[in-house]
């Protein structure tokens, strides 16, 4: 219902009636600003949450031995920048040594042949038998075009890709004529000398063979170990990558050993990096979360309007499990390990409660004992696992259940404005209605008025009259 504004009061009722709301509404702002502050709390946890969740994934990691196992292979090669093999290993490797030359590489077989004439073939739609280590595969063409056999042949699952070649019309001297035609190249998918292929076709007088012009023969890579002593021996394999040479060591070979060149040495060995990286991003992740803690507990210094100094908490100041995870992980992360203090080792913590990795001292350490160095990082790595899971685990972590109470505190607050929002809207209509009564009240007061006024007028004017 619109308010009658001031026909006859003269009054800014819908002024006044904003203004009376205004007043009223003041406990839903409270709520809004009690709202607003929840979502944002919400937010500060979430991130901190995620930190520790990403510290409690390293630190797992770190306190694992086997993360300690890692090993790294490398080829090298007397004289040589760029050895004719590469090494990779899987985590049931060992660090070792291995001698060796690379005999051959793998090949797949290269063949030229000619096409048929149209009318050698048993049918206009003609049909070529691929036989490749004793199994045979039935490729049928949509017409004896060259491209449509060659679509044939690459269909999936023929074990050979074709191309059509242009080369020049010899006559019989082997002189080209200077004409041109297509010559089909097959080339096997797959390398080793059980993949050589052959090829025959479907012809007038039966089955017949394709003429295959050799381009290259499909032969298997080869390795010799422990070159030039009683222990030499070869491996073989149809493809280019030996598996297993060593135990979790695959080679894969790209260019045999060049004759009268040094032979290649494989080495396995720890791999320095990613240890070291198992101390340095547990650092990291500590001094992460432990920051993010400091900058939303810090207080903050402001002047109000009177020159006065106001002192205001961090938004996570006065939270009781905040100030308890930063402690203890404050102490987990420097507390010794069987008697060796984590800085020994290069874990530091400085008096701002900040940690550092000193690589120096961690490599020092790891060349003096590395178990030692070992025992330590996993020890501090386990503590602050466990901490860090109890704080962010999905279902009963500390700081996820306070992200959940924080969320159903502005679920709830939201629900409560949202009544405001109704209460007002009926407190508005309430007035508009009391407003506009008052007008047809006062409208009729002033009819009545007028009314009077003009029976006096003529009361008195009847008067002077007599």
Sequence with gaps: MAAIDGIVSGLDTAALIDSLLTLESGNQSL????????????????SLNTKVSSLAEHATKAAKTESWQAVKGTITQTGVTAPGATVSTSATATPGTLSFRVGAVAASQASLTTLP??????????TFTITRDGETTTVTAASTSVADVVDAFNASGTGVTATAVKVNVLDGNGVPTGDTTYRLQ????????????????EGTSGTTALTLDQVRAASDASLVLFPGTAAQQTLTSSSNTFEDVMTGVDLTVTEATAVGAADLTVTVARDQAAVKSLASGLVANLNTVLTEITSRTRSSTTTD????????????????????????????????VDGVSPADVGIVIGRDGTFTFDDAKFTSAMAADPEKVQKVVQGVADRLAQTAKSASDAQTGTITQAVTSQQDTVKDLGARIDDWDDRLAMRRTSLERQYAALEVTLSNLQSQSSYLASQLASLTGSSSSS
Excluded: C, H
């Excluded at 097959?186 to 076709?201: C, H, P």
């Design 31 to 46: 709520l809004k600003t009690k709202q607003s502050t929840a979502s944002s709390l919400v937010t500060i946890l979430q």
């Design 305 to 336: 309007s009177d020159g006065r100094t106001v002192v205001s908490g961090g938004p996570l100041s006065g939270d009781a499990t905040v100030r308890l995870l930063q402690q203890r992980m404050l102490s987990e992360g420097s507390l010794p």
């Design 186 to 201: 097959l080339t096997g998918r797959e390398t080793g000398a059980d993949n050589a292929f052959t090829v025959s076709y």
């Design 117 to 126: 004439a149209d009318a050698a073939y048993a049918s206009g739609t003609p």
